[in-house]
């Protein structure tokens, strides 16, 4: 039976299946499919007996991913298995497990394989490989997107429930959207990139295939960490999945700024994904996309590309017949841009990070198509460089602009082509991500990937503080996405639940400082209306100095909230209250700063 991680570690736990029939069944499930094109390399069957040796006598309990199967992209470096980056003349046998993998293995995971890619992870199509094309799970026509193609369809075809790729601009998205899977692409330097084989290396990032929200989360979790051997690793926090909050606030392109390529059935697929959000009780913004697409332009008709010339250029200049030619001539293209560029670059980024950071304040995510459109194998490799392109509209600008990301199925066409969507927020909101697609993706009503098994139902308990922290109610500047969010990052915060407070609560817009925040002020029962909140949890030695360091006319009270519980949160002196605006009927300080991004675009919209 196809099962997911979830299952999987449940059964181990139980006793009703043991490691060795999983893996067992794995192996089988493989050489059943037959697809050659899926895998590089499978580990041996002294290294796979080892991984089992290995959990034997520890309690199953105590590893979340005990026992359980996974595939591993090949430009991620396994220990006894050779990283070939698809490409046999660059191939090496790796001594070490990459950081990565290493976790997965210390949380009792066993690898399976090394699976196909677009060579030097450079594509989005996953026909740029000289060991064949994956076979996509969902339409054997079209092309199993890239970079990471046979990590995608391993999942999708329920051969492994969890998969690594990398995704420095869709590898890990674009792939999982065309083989309706989930694709979570995590916060640069949450999870080490120590032992991959670089594409752009100060963008690249270890992403993760599954069948679930919940599952993909889960591995996340078990790889999430600073590494001290990863110059571009950091400690970005990683909490909970969470509740859906109550009333998302999701942007999404405005429609002259949305991209298909003549493709109406994928145009109106998105309009269908939207109404669901809607249906789930979100409110939808649409926005100007073009700062975002400048962006996105940056990573391939920008200096960066030298970034991949820089990973692999002295053995392009050493063996330039071993490279798929596409790849050559985007990597070759790298030598055209000089330092002055990559300084004019990277100004350029700055100010287009800060465009974007503006025009996303205020909102749960940033909501766009995976891709704009889907090609065949054969119209890809009729047209293999502009096409490509094509598949990268809504996902290359996100590690630019430091951006979690998570691609989650949203129906299939009736054309029997897989469409999804994206959700993207800053940088260390990958659960809050979590939270949101887990919902989406239960209410389209999908199988998982090609399986044919029907989703498992999602937990909606509240989630509570752990051990060692102390929660907070946070209602302004401090709020995920929003400019302050990143000192409760630092402070080791994590966030716990969306809230609301009793209806004894109104909220004003103070006098401008160092940022724009409100205050919540405390009346007469009844007198007020609930006010949108975020719990967020602090450790106990770092919620002192966090606290201290709010300025008047903000002080530390106690807040009630909408279902009668009481936390701590910033609460307003009344006497700044007479001369601050009162922003009440928005019902929250997000929804504020959504209608006044909807008042500029309707502005805009009037002047043509």
């Known amino acids: 039976m196809i099962a997911t991680v979830e299952e999987i570690v449940a059964a181990h736990r139980a006793g009703k299946l043991h490691p060795s029939q999983t893996v067992a069944d794995c192996l089988a499930r493989i050489e ?31 590893l979340p991913l005990y026992g359980v199967p996974f595939a591993v992209k090949d430009n991620i470096d396994v220990a006894g298995l050779p990283t070939t980056c698809a490409c046999p003349d660059f191939a090496y046998d790796a001594t070490h497990d990459s950081g990565a993998v290493a976790r997965l293995r210390r949380a009792g995971a066993i690898v399976i394989g090394k699976t196909n890619l677009d060579q030097f992870a450079t594509g989005l199509n996953g026909t740029r490989s000289p060991y064949g094309t994956p076979v996509n799970a969902m339409r054997p026509d079209l092309v199993p997107g890239g970079s990471s193609s046979g990590s995608a369809v391993a999942v999708a075809a329920g051969l492994v429930p969890f998969a690594l790729g990398t995704d420095t601009a869709g590898s890990g998205r674009v792939p999982a959207g065309l083989n309706n899977i989930v694709g979570l692409k995590p916060s640069l330097g949450l999870v080490s990139t120590n032992g991959v084989v670089p594409a752009c290396r100060s963008l690249d990032c270890v992403s993760v295939f599954a069948l679930s929200v919940e599952d993909a989360l889960a591995v996340l979790a078990a790889m999430a960490g600073p590494d001290e051997n990863d110059p571009f690793s950091r400690p970005l926090p990683l909490g909970p999945r969470g509740a859906f909050p109550a009333r998302p606030r999701l942007a999404v392109p405005r429609v002259r700024d949305r991209v298909n390529f003549g493709d109406r059935v994928s145009e109106a697929a998105f309009e269908r994904a939207i109404a669901r959000m809607t249906e789930l009780g979100a409110s939808i913004v649409e926005i100007e996309m073009e700062p975002f697409h400048e962006t996105a332009r940056l990573l391939y008709e920008g200096p960066w590309v030298a970034e991949r010339f820089a990973a692999v250029g002295s053995f392009l200049e050493s063996r330039p017949n071993s490279f798929d030619p596409s790849v050559r001539t985007i990597v070759e293209q790298g030598r055209n841009f000089s330092a002055v560029d990559a300084f004019r670059g990277r100004y350029r980024l700055a100010e ?27 119209q890809m490799r009729a047209d293999p460089i502009r096409l490509n392109s094509h598949l990268g509209v809504y996902t290359n600008f996100v590690n630019l602009l430091d951006m979690c990301g998570l691609a989650v199925p949203s129906e299939i066409r009736d054309d029997g082509a897989p469409y999804g969507i994206t959700l993207l927020a800053p940088a260390g909101r990958d659960a809050h991500l979590a939270a949101l697609g887990s919902r989406f993706h239960a209410a389209s009503g999908l199988t998982m990937g090609a399986t044919g098994r029907a989703l498992p139902p999602v937990s909606q308990s509240p989630a509570r503080a752990a051990p060692g922290f102390l929660e907070l109610a946070l209602f302004g500047a401090h709020l995920s996405g929003l400019p302050l969010n990143v000192d409760l990052l630092a402070a ?6 969306p809230a609301r407070t009793s209806a004894d609560y109104r909220l004003y817009l103070l006098p401008e400082g160092r940022v724009r925040r409100p205050g919540l002020l405390r009346g007469r029962p009844g007198s007020g209306a609930p006010i949108d909140c975020e719990i967020w949890a602090l450790p106990a030695a770092a919620y002192g100095r966090f606290v201290a360091a709010i300025p008047s006319p903000l002080g530390l009270g106690t807040v009630e909230l ?47």
């Open 32 to 62: 059943a499919h037959g697809d050659p094109a899926i895998f590089t390399a499978i580990s041996t069957p002294q290294a796979i007996s080892a991984a089992l040796k290995a959990l034997e006598g520890i309690d199953p309990a105590t």
């Open 492 to 497: 080791g915060g994590m966030l716990v639940r």
């Open 562 to 608: 909408e279902d009668g519980g009481q936390v701590k949160g910033f609460v307003l002196e009344a006497v700044a209250a007479g001369s601050a605006r009162d922003i009440t009927a928005f019902g929250g300080w997000k929804a504020f700063l959504a209608d006044e991004v909807a008042k500029r675009n309707a502005a805009s919209y009037a002047r043509g």
């Open 352 to 378: 287009l990070k800060a465009i974007a950071d503006k025009v996303l304040a205020g909102f749960d995510a940033l909501m766009v198509p995976t891709m704009p459109t889907v090609y065949t194998v054969a």
